[in-house]
């Protein structure tokens, strides 16, 4: 598919079935055009909603679930501390995880 022929099918897409994924937070699309001079597809979004998903993409979130200091996991969570990652198996070097996420580590509460 030509780049070009993409941008045809994309544009008119309003109903945030096309989105930019910001570090976990997606922001819908408010324009795509087709720039030919580059052979480019440029994509478009409210200056708003990007910066709320920047602000939003520097806050601490769980990796697995997305949940935050202030919007924390049902029945509520904490974050999981290296230790507990390493025990379940996670690389606590690829971000946070909150206790709700963590899996318990085989042969734990028997």
């Known amino acids: 598919m030509l780049k070009s022929e993409l941008t045809a099918l994309l544009a008119p ?3 945030n079935d096309v989105v930019i994924d910001v570090d976990g937070v997606r922001v819908p699309l ?3 055009t087709y720039c030919n001079v580059g052979d480019q597809i440029v994509l478009s979004m409210d200056p708003a909603e990007l910066d709320g998903a920047m602000r939003a993409a520097v ?3 769980c990796r697995r679930c997305g949940c935050t200091e202030g919007a924390a996991c049902p ?3 904490a974050w ?3 230790e ?5 198996g996670l690389d606590p070097m690829l971000g ?3 206790t709700a996420c ?3 580590p085989v042969g734990a509460g028997s």
Do not use: E, I, Y
Not at 84 to 88: D, E, H, K, L, S
């Open 102 to 104: 963590v899996p318990q």
């Open 30 to 32: 408010v324009g795509v």
């Open 84 to 88: 507990q990652q390493v025990a379940a």
């Open 80 to 82: 999981a501390s290296d």
């Open 75 to 77: 029945g509520g969570c």
């Open 96 to 98: 946070d995880v909150c």
């Open 59 to 61: 806050l601490p979130h």
């Open 13 to 15: 897409r309003r109903d």
